[in-house]
């Protein structure tokens, strides 16, 4: 009688155990579905801030990320007079965002002066896009092997 019962708890924990593999696997879908629109191989990404999901899905995300080959990227352009205006509804975002939880505030300005560091490279590059009530700007030096990713859906 008892081989039974525990014949039965096995594929419990086989599914238990599928069923967390799977959530795993879609939310790592999530974050390369993010950064989709780089155009060479990503060697390491992960989410850095994620906001919280306002009105019909409002969200600040910025992702950080590396390449297994540093170098220029298809369809970013160098840094220019005219990215500084793509920059700047972003970096606002992340002020606002430190404004209104306090208990973050000192990680997003980290956050924010690293991206500033990365955008100030002499190598720096940007691709900005802007899609269905959602931007994205990437910024990305090759030098540092250092990018972000910055998604912002008001």
């Known amino acids: 009688?008892?081989?039974?019962?525990?014949?039965?708890?096995?594929?419990?924990?086989?599914?238990?155990?599928?069923?967390?593999?799977?959530?795993?696997?879609?939310?790592?879908?999530?974050?390369?579905?993010?950064?989709?629109?780089?155009?060479?191989?990503?060697?390491?990404?992960?989410?850095?801030f994620k906001s919280e999901r306002g009105f019909g899905n409002d969200r600040l995300d910025i992702y950080?990320?590396?390449?297994?080959?540093?170098?220029?990227?298809?369809?970013?352009?160098?840094m220019s007079d005219e990215s500084a205006q793509f920059f700047w509804?972003?970096?606002?975002?992340?002020?606002?965002?430190?404004?209104?939880?306090?208990?973050?505030?000192?990680?997003?300005?980290?956050?924010?002066?690293?991206i500033n560091r990365v955008r100030h490279q002499e190598d720096g590059q940007y691709l900005y896009i802007e899609l269905n009530n959602t931007s994205k700007l990437y910024v990305y030096s090759p030098a540092l092997n250092t990018g972000y990713c910055l998604i912002l859906v008001i």
């Open 64 to 78: 950080a990320f590396s390449l297994k080959k540093p170098g220029d990227i298809s369809g970013f352009h160098k």
């Open 1 to 48: 009688m008892m081989n039974k019962t525990e014949n039965k708890s096995i594929p419990n924990w086989l599914l238990a155990g599928l069923l967390i593999a799977l959530l795993l696997l879609l939310s790592s879908c999530g974050v390369k579905s993010d950064l989709r629109d780089i155009s060479a191989d990503i060697s390491t990404h992960n989410i850095l």
């Open 89 to 114: 509804d972003f970096l606002v975002m992340i002020d606002i965002e430190a404004i209104n939880d306090p208990s973050q505030a000192s990680a997003l300005m980290a956050l924010k002066a690293d």
